[in-house]
């Protein structure tokens, strides 16, 4: 079964950044559309970037100009990129896809979540 496999996760100053990859388990899967959601203790998970199979991108208004999500073909591959962390930044990240394309076929009733990634920003 096709997983999706989250990187990039760690402990960072207030003001520095981070990259979050997210890939899927085969390298015959290709992901058209992703979305990255995060999670605070406490806190119920909210949607953080996504993009469309089109490239079109799209943010939580908090976050819009410090978050960027990105996608290299090649490499079947899902970035989010943030800077200038803060503490409240502070989640378990999860990517997620309902949009692949195995073996040549596109799937779109399909729900597929990462493990989740820890980001912890702290001083």
């Known amino acids: 079964q096709v997983q999706l496999v989250e990187s990039g996760g760690g402990s960072v100053q207030p003001g520095g950044s981070l990259r979050l990859s997210c890939t899927a388990s085969?390298?015959?899967?290709?992901?058209?559309?992703m979305d990255w959601y995060r999670q605070a203790p406490g806190k119920q998970r909210e949607l953080v970037a996504a993009i469309t199979s089109a490239g079109t991108t799209n943010y939580a208004d908090s976050l819009k100009g410090r978050f960027a999500i990105s996608r290299d073909n090649a490499k079947s591959t899902v970035y989010l990129q943030m800077n200038n962390l803060k503490p409240e930044d502070t989640a378990v990240y999860y990517c997620?896809?309902?949009?692949?394309?195995?073996?040549?076929?596109?799937?779109?009733?399909?729900?597929?979540w990462g493990q989740g990634t820890q980001v912890t920003v702290s001083s």
């Open positions: 085969e390298s015959i899967v290709s992901i058209n559309a």
């Open positions: 997620n896809s309902r949009d692949i394309t195995r073996w040549g076929i596109r799937t779109r009733n399909i729900d597929l």
